[in-house]
């Protein structure tokens, strides 16, 4: 069975492990302005937006994070359960999200703050630096 979730705690069932993140993202108010931003912006300015504040992203030249949810996007899943969650739990799979910096570093630092690794539950990625 689940266990209760509380905020930034590591969680886990008989299947999988997640980190349960409560970052703030600055209200509502802020996330309505990023998101009229970004729509409003010309279509080469962004390609996605984050999911926790709405600010455009543009992940081709930008740099960010990715996460893996499980039932929303700040429950971040541990990479070593990711095939289970897709092949097991479609119906609780959120699939991944683009998280940026900003953001990015909060949940970095939620996990750092409750000694785990944040490799092992999110992913960092640099456009600028491709091959």
Not at 21 to 37: C, L, Q
Not at 53 to 80: D, I
Not at 95 to 120: H, P, R, T
Request: proline residues 2%.
């Amino acid at each position: 069975m689940n266990k209760e979730i509380k905020e930034n705690t590591l969680v886990s069932d008989e299947h999988i492990e997640w980190f349960n993140s409560n970052v703030d993202y600055g209200g509502h108010k802020m996330w309505e302005r990023n998101d009229v931003a970004f729509h409003n912006a010309p279509s080469h300015k962004f390609d996605e937006q984050c999911c926790i504040c709405s600010k455009g992203m543009n992940t081709q030249t930008g740099k960010g994070y990715m996460t893996r949810g499980y039932t929303n996007p700040l429950m971040l899943v541990h990479k070593k359960d990711h095939d289970y969650l897709e092949n097991n739990l479609r119906g609780s799979d959120m699939g991944c999200y683009f998280v940026g910096s900003e953001c990015g570093k909060k949940i970095k630092k939620s996990l750092k703050d409750a000694g785990l690794n944040w490799k092992d539950y999110i992913y960092y990625f640099d456009g600028k630096q491709k091959s």
